[in-house]
């Protein structure tokens, strides 16, 4: 009897030493990147282009070689690039690595790529996750792809 309330008792801590639910990611609003930033910042370079659907034409990301553009809070945020990640036209990357967020570019199931001249555009979308990958934006758009 006394291993059965003994077994219990053990029982009964383990289910209250449960973790807490981790807390829910904080989300973030890119703001457009403008001329202006472009010229003050130098962030000219081959890549992509991503506006969202809805947005404007402005773009709220700049996908290069090595690294992603975003401007939060005013800021200017460069992301690393992951090197294994897929590329798309003019160099730019599917995935980009940073210590607080990581950075997603995927085309649209089905969606065909648009050739203007040596302007690519592809249907595809963003998503911007924290470390533990707890989504922080999301949006569907078009990049469009140039070298400079």
Known sequence: MRRGALGL???????GSAPPPP???STIQP????YPDIKDNELYGAGCNFAA???GMSALVLAQEKEAILKLGGKIVRIPADKKSQILPETART???GPDRILILAPLPGAE???NG???SLATSLT???PQGRIQFFAKGQIQCKPM
């Open 9 to 15: 008792v053990f029982l009964l801590a383990a289910c």
């Open 23 to 25: 807390p829910p990611a």
């Open 31 to 34: 703001e457009p990147i403008t």
């Open 53 to 55: 659907d809805g947005g």
């Open 95 to 97: 995935r980009y690595l």
């Open 113 to 115: 790529p648009n050739e």
């Open 118 to 120: 040596v302007v690519k």
């Open 128 to 130: 911007i996750t924290d």
